[in-house]
């Protein structure tokens, strides 16, 4: 499919719909406000394998998008290419507004390019008491060019509004002078073995919301600020033997941390490694 304005598919209220193989490309260069693939108050979409080419305008606020969910709920979006050229552009976009809820949405083994200024590649984002939470990013390659964000997730007015609960699991983000990882005002985040890159500025900065773990997650430097919290986790397995170097079944290895605190006791196997643990 190929359009100058507009939407490339669009649909409101439909459930169980599947979208697949399609090539969706917007080629005007003067295009705002428009989406490849646009979904609004459905339920458990598939949306997969498909190619997106979203060009727009370079003005401010271009705002144009690869994949559009707004008050959406169990989408699988998987194994898509998208890429948009635009300024302000968005490869993934979840939305929930007031009394919406944008809830287990999942996106897996996206590779995602966006090739302009203040893009994200995935942006999560609950306005006016609209909740996206549960979202889950699994195996995507994200890459941003420009000052702009791999995947930010933020809470704009409204108490009642809230971003909780992503997961971003084994993916690769980099981005040239924004941040890899932005997330405001949004709690119990939790992102693993994943790899976060920039050419400056910090990998991740998280700005207010608490409960934010990062386990095994490699970058350079991050930032935390307002009552932001972020909890760095690794990996942690023990090995034991004796002093002819013969291994130790059944060895008990109680850990403690550099304040003298109990942190877990573990037992080692015939091999005599312990379980992986955090």
């Given at each position: 499919a190929k359009t100058i304005n507009g939407h490339g598919i669009y649909g409101k209220g439909y459930n169980y719909t599947t979208i697949s193989n399609f090539s969706i490309k917007m080629t005007r260069s003067t295009a705002t406000s428009r989406r490849g693939i646009f979904f609004e108050s459905s339920n458990t979409h598939n949306l997969s394998n498909n190619i997106l080419n979203i060009n727009g305008s370079s003005i401010n606020d271009a705002l144009n998008y690869g994949i559009y969910l707004k008050n959406t709920k169990y989408h699988l979006i998987i194994n898509n290419i998208i890429r948009t050229a635009n300024k302000k552009g968005y490869g993934i976009y979840l939305l929930a507004?007031?009394?919406?809820?944008?809830?287990?949405?999942?996106?897996?083994?996206?590779?995602?390019?966006?090739?302009?200024?203040?893009?994200?590649?995935?942006?999560?984002?609950?306005?006016?008491?609209?909740?996206?939470?549960?979202?889950?990013?699994?195996?995507?390659?994200?890459?941003?060019?420009?000052?702009?964000?791999?995947?930010?997730?933020?809470?704009?007015?409204?108490?009642?509004?809230?971003?909780?609960?992503?997961?971003?699991?084994?993916?690769?983000?980099s981005t040239a002078a924004g941040y890899g990882i932005l997330m405001e005002d949004s709690s119990s985040n939790f992102v693993q073995d994943s790899n976060i890159t920039t050419q400056s500025n910090h990998e991740v900065n998280i700005i207010s919301g608490d409960n934010n773990i990062f386990l095994n997650v490699t970058y350079r430097n991050e930032s935390v600020t307002g009552a932001g919290q972020l909890i760095r986790k690794w990996y942690y397995r023990a090995f034991t033997n004796n002093e002819s170097g013969s291994v130790v079944a059944n060895a008990n290895i109680t850990a403690y941390n550099v304040s003298n605190n109990y942190q877990f006791n573990l037992t080692t196997d015939a091999t005599g490694y312990t379980l992986m643990t955090e």
């Open positions: 507004e007031t009394n919406e809820n944008s809830n287990n949405n999942k996106m897996e083994d996206n590779t995602i390019t966006t090739i302009a200024d203040d893009s994200n590649g995935i942006y999560i984002r609950g306005l006016n008491g609209g909740t996206v939470t549960d979202s889950t990013i699994l195996s995507n390659t994200i890459s941003t060019s420009v000052t702009s964000y791999g995947v930010h997730v933020i809470k704009i007015t409204g108490s009642s509004s809230s971003t909780d609960r992503t997961i971003i699991n084994k993916s690769l983000i």
